[in-house]
T-cell receptor, first 114, second 113 residues
Framework: NAGVTQTPKFRVLKTGQSMTLLCAQD?????MYWYRQDPGMGLRLIHY???????AKGEVPDGYNVSRLKKQNFLLGLESAAPSQTSVYFC?????????????FGPGTRLTVL | GENVEQHPSTLSVQEGDSAVIKCTYS??????FPWYKQELGKRPQLIID?????GEKKDQRIAVTLNKTAKHFSLHITETQPEDSAVYFC????????????FGAGTILRVKS
């Protein structure tokens, strides 16, 4: 099993450009999450999904959109990138059942917006 | 909503000493408290977790304690080794729709040999 994978690993954008980050998991997890990690601020939840076709806002959703058309994939979109979106982005997934709550993280995407 | 505070932000210990990291949470309904370790340039990985119906849990050199009354929980690492050097994050959630974790800001642990 590959676990949770993310594409791309690195990206540099200019202000105003758009891009999509792809997260894929092969563990048949119902729940998927997108976080951003900034120095001294831990991991903050951007958006999450409780199943195929569902999405919901997290703590810091502004400037991002997401889609979950397939259970194994969760896409994070930036329509018009801003320097404040420079960060490391982590995707995670987990089971929904009680007692199986560990979130498994992907390797991260380092995004720089100039 | 839930708020998690973590202290200290950095911690340096000598190899073989113990390290303690503390977290407080605000929502008394939270019932699941994981700890993640993140090595430089790597992804966070779960090292231990505890549920609200348990006061303490131990796994080899790592232990977590939970005080529900005071709303705080702590990570204890004994006999620290250089490979324990990393950033440690605590988190808290109220299990339910989405099981959304709220993370502390992290503690940089340096083990000096």
């Amino acid at each position: 099993n590959a676990g949770v994978t993310q594409t791309p690993k690195f990206r540099v954008l200019k202000t105003g450009q758009s891009m999509t980050l792809l997260c894929a998991q092969d563990m048949n997890h119902e729940y998927m999450y997108w976080y951003r990690q900034d120095p001294g601020m831990g991991l903050r939840l951007i958006h999450y999904s409780v199943g195929e076709g569902t999405t919901a806002k997290g703590e810091v959703p502004d400037g991002y959109n997401v889609s979950r058309l397939k259970k194994q994939n969760f896409l994070l979109g930036l329509e018009s990138a801003a320097p404040s979106q420079t960060s490391v982005y982590f995707c995670a997934s987990s089971y929904s059942a009680a007692g199986h709550n560990e979130q498994f993280f992907g390797p991260g995407t380092r995004l720089t917006v100039l | 909503g839930e708020n998690v505070e973590q202290h200290p932000s950095t911690l340096s210990v000598q190899e073989g000493d113990s390290a303690v990291i503390k977290c407080t949470y605000s929502d008394s309904a939270s019932n699941y408290f994981p700890w993640y370790k993140q090595e430089l340039g790597k992804r966070p990985q779960l090292i231990i977790d505890i549920r609200s119906n348990v006061g303490e849990k131990k796994d080899q050199r790592i232990a977590v304690t939970l005080n529900k009354t005071a709303k705080h929980f702590s990570l204890h690492i004994t006999e620290t080794q250089p490979e324990d050097s990393a950033v440690y994050f605590c988190a808290a959630i109220l299990m339910g729709y989405g099981n959304k974790l709220v993370f502390g800001a992290g503690t940089i642990l340096r083990v000096k040999s």
